[in-house]
């Protein structure tokens, strides 16, 4: 319980079964209001490191009844690497929404600071969900922005780790793409001992990365693979447009007109690094 | 996800048999039935008995549904049993899948993509 509502007239009444229902309404309303507000109170905005866009967006469902524990993050590491997060709190209510604050807080506190790799990253998290006692479970994928051979280096890796949650989309620039499907980890607040993988993915200049929630995916009539598939596809169609605009747009192709569950989406692009200047290797080799 | 208003509406029971404990899902298994699947769990938790779920008639099944079977499916591992789902269902067979969850569990069903 997070708080009462509590009417109260000055006149002896009856209350009939309408009047309770009234109040029933607008104490749901007040609660999942209260809800919507914590949940948007976690969503900040994201870095914008060097050569690298993220955009993002949150939509609730459609029903105020359905507030979720949908969540996205990006921030920097003392190092200027980027670290990117999504995740899925069980449930859509205000446990959810408050039960995804910690576990938000959670990651960024294991993987600040830190040099390790994603699934280590969740592991811990796992760790604390247990050892703390936080009472949920939940769908999160780190992932971290890398330059295998050091800060100078053009090349860009995705390096990430999931844990159950639905693998990201890669779009190229000219348009082809692919889910990066790896076997999936366990989701968090079960085991905290089961094994974690980490996964990694060059990203091309130009390209985009998607991570979103199953709300975006997940309709009644058909499976989640066929949901990834026709993103996939609104994705392509897509290629070439501005990042912030395609956030939109394939959120306006792709979901319902009232949408049944609330959508977090992370989007990252790797912009080319023109400026960059190619660094002369220190030692020459002269044999 | 979705709501009782698109579909059957989800129904839990629990049937305690000599020899395992038996709960019934149908409809759509969601938030809706929350508090029906949490105490089923605890049920079949105190049982002590061997769990099988019935999912055949499962309709639909978001991730509140899909991560009961997931703990459920733990603790009776961590009693050295092994969680029984009774299929097919593609849809739930899916979502554990990705939930990175097939391996808590054993599927009694003679369908493709259900497992032995």
């Known amino acids: ?287 | 996800m979705t709501s009782a208003t698109d579909g059957p509406a989800g129904d839990v029971t629990v049937l305690f048999e000599a020899d395992h404990t038996l709960i019934l899902l149908s409809g759509a298994v969601d938030l809706a039935v929350a508090d029906d699947l949490e105490q089923a769990g605890r049920d079949a938790v105190d049982a002590g008995t061997p769990i099988v779920a019935d999912v055949r008639r499962v309709d639909m099944v978001d991730s509140v549904g899909a991560s009961f079977l997931v703990r459920l499916a733990a603790s009776a591992r961590d009693g050295g049993r092994t969680m029984v789902l009774r299929g097919p269902s593609p849809r739930l067979d899916e979502l554990l899948t990705l939930m990175g969850a097939q391996q808590l569990f054993r599927w009694q069903d003679d369908t493709p993509g259900g497992q032995t």
């Open chain 1, 1 to 287: 319980m997070l708080g009462s509502f509590c009417v109260v007239d000055t006149r002896p009444r009856t209350w009939t079964e309408r009047d309770d229902h009234v109040l029933d309404v607008l104490a749901r309303a007040a609660s999942s209001e209260v809800a919507l507000v914590l949940q948007e109170s976690m969503l900040t905005h994201p870095v914008q490191p060097d050569h690298l866009q993220v955009a993002v967006r949150y939509r609730p469902a459609a029903s105020e009844h359905e507030v979720g524990g949908d969540w996205y993050d990006a921030f920097q590491q003392p190092d200027g690497a980027s670290v990117l997060v999504i995740g899925d709190v069980v449930g859509h209510d205000i446990a959810a929404a408050a039960a995804m604050g910690q576990l938000r807080n959670l990651v960024r506190a294991m993987a600040f600071g830190r040099d390790d790799p994603p699934s280590r990253v969740l592991t811990r998290v796992d760790e604390a969900i247990r050892g703390l006692d936080v009472d949920t479970a939940a769908t999160v994928l780190v992932g971290r922005i890398e330059r295998p051979s050091g800060p100078t280096d053009a090349t860009r890796r995705l390096l990430w780790s999931s844990a159950g949650h639905l693998p990201p989309l890669l779009l190229l620039r000219d348009g082809s793409g692919r889910p990066l499907a790896t076997p999936p980890d366990l989701l968090l607040g079960i085991e905290p001992r089961t094994p974690r993988h980490d996964h990694t993915v060059e990203l091309p200049e130009g390209s985009t990365v998607l991570l979103y929630t199953d709300g975006l995916v997940e309709r009644r009539e058909r499976s989640l693979l066929a949901g990834m598939a026709a993103l996939q596809q609104n994705l392509s169609r897509l290629a070439g447009r501005e990042l912030e605009d395609l956030c939109d747009d394939v959120l306006t192709a792709t979901l319902p007109p009232a949408p049944g569950d609330d959508v977090a989406v992370l989007a990252l692009r790797a912009h080319p690094e023109p400026e960059r200047p190619v660094e002369q290797p220190q030692e020459e080799s002269t044999a």
